[in-house]
Structure formats: C-alpha cells, structure tokens
C-alpha cells in the first residue's frame, strides 16, 4: 500500500508540472498496482499476487504497450493522420490496448475463475476468511450456534 500511496503522490507531481507521458505511465503502475495490492492483501506471503499473476502481467504489458503506440503515433502538431479501419492509428491503439484487450482480460479470468471454483485457490480464500472472522463479533452477523440456531 505504501507504493501504492507514492504512486498516487508521484501522479499528483506529475499533473502539476505537466509530464503527461510520465503521468500515462505513472498511472498504469497505479491501476495495475491496485489490483495486485488487492491479491497480495489476501496472501499470507508479501507480493504474491496468485491467482491474478497473468492478469497483472499482461495488463501492465499491454497499457505499456498502448502509451507507448499512443505516444510514438500521436503528436498535436499533425494535421493529417494515416488511418487504419476507419480510425487513425494512435486512435486504434487507444482503442485496442486501452479499451478493448483489458476487457478480453477481465472477461478471460471470468472464466477462468469459474472453471477454478472447486479448486485450491477458492478453498484457500475462503478458509482464510473463515480463520479471520473466528472468535470476532461482527457488526451486523447473527452467531450460529452448534445446533443451527441463532444466538440472539
């Protein structure tokens, strides 16, 4: 989270002195990192970011990917593009590596976890839960006593 935290900082210095391309990058760390963050707090181990390693991997792979096209293709003193599909080319990266290969991403690890469901990796996050939330009250949960019954 402190990474994360100085991510956030150095995006904020960024915006102010106006380093746009430092800012894209700077913000894809931060968009990846989230999700890795949100991995690693569940592990017991520090930066294991399982299940979500490919997912990771291939986001922070493919934004780069797509700044960089952007970045390369783009420049606000052009006045005629060269188009591809109907689209100018830094557009079409923009559209493609931005929009449309993190959604075939999101949608391939749907599925993913889907076909994982009896699996480990569900079986660990669940007993991980069950062991966190044993012996704690929690604020709006009804104890279940040995029986079945309620405990109120």
């Known amino acids: 989270m402190g990474v994360l935290a100085l991510l956030a900082a150095a995006l904020l210095v960024a915006a ?13 760390g931060l ?13 017991a181990s520090e930066l294991n970011v399982a299940p979500y390693n490919g997912l990771v991997v291939g986001w ?3 934004f780069a990917a797509g700044f960089t096209g952007i970045w390369l ?28 290969l993190p959604i075939l991403g999101a ?3 749907a599925f993913v976890f889907a076909r994982i469901g009896d699996d480990e990796v569900v079986d660990g996050i ?15 949960s009804t104890r279940v006593e040995a029986d079945g019954g309620d405990d109120q």
């Open 31 to 43: 968009l990846v990192g989230s999700i890795a963050a949100a991995s690693i707090e569940r592990n």
């Open 126 to 140: 669940m007993d991980d839960a069950r062991e966190a939330q044993r012996g704690r009250s929690l604020p709006l």
């Open 60 to 62: 922070t792979v493919v």
């Open 73 to 100: 293709l783009w420049n606000p003193s052009v006045t005629s593009y060269s188009y591809v599909l109907g689209l100018p080319t830094a557009t079409l990266v923009y559209v493609v590596c931005i929009w449309l």
């Open 107 to 109: 949608f391939y690890y």
């Open 16 to 28: 102010a002195v106006q380093a746009y391309r430092v800012f894209s990058y700077l913000a894809i």
